[in-house]
């Protein structure tokens, strides 16, 4: 393993992390929410740090969602009163490596961008694939 996979796959992330990761999605930026730093793809909440308690606002799909990642792991997923009544979790920094920010952020950035945007960017990861899968045709075999 690589010293840079390694330190993905390390558990905790900063707010610098967390905001390189963020405004790595297509059409992300910077926003504000309730008065403070946050992310949005187009007009769409997508993200945001809670510095008082040093975790990530994460919408997810529904409630059912939300519920099943409490009871699984109560140590990394919370909420406060305010998220209560909406399907969405917090997520405590310190708990979760760069590789798991960034599929969940994917899943959200999925549900919240243009769907051409969605469209175009899996027809170049499968192009990607493809050509890869060929590359690796034409090498000679061991």
Excluded at 57 to 80: A, G, K, N, Q, S
Excluded at 97 to 108: F, I, K
Aim: aromatic share 8%.
């Amino acid at each position: 393993m690589t010293k840079a996979a390694k330190k993905k796959s390390t558990k905790g992330v900063t707010a610098a992390q967390l905001k390189k990761i963020a405004l790595s999605f297509r059409e992300a930026s910077e926003k504000t929410s309730y008065g403070k730093p946050a992310f949005a793809v187009g007009k769409k909440f997508f993200t945001r740090l809670r510095a008082e308690d040093n975790s990530i606002v994460l919408v997810v799909d529904d409630m059912h969602t939300r519920d099943m990642m409490l009871e699984l792991d109560p140590r990394t997923y919370f909420i406060t009163d305010h998220y209560k009544d909406y399907p969405s979790v917090l997520v405590r920094m310190e708990r979760i490596t760069q590789d798991e920010l960034c599929a969940m952020l994917e899943r959200r950035w999925r549900k919240i961008a243009p769907k051409k945007l969605v469209a175009a960017m899996d027809g170049t990861a499968k192009q990607a694939a493809s050509t890869a899968k060929k590359a690796r045709k034409k090498l000679p075999a061991r």
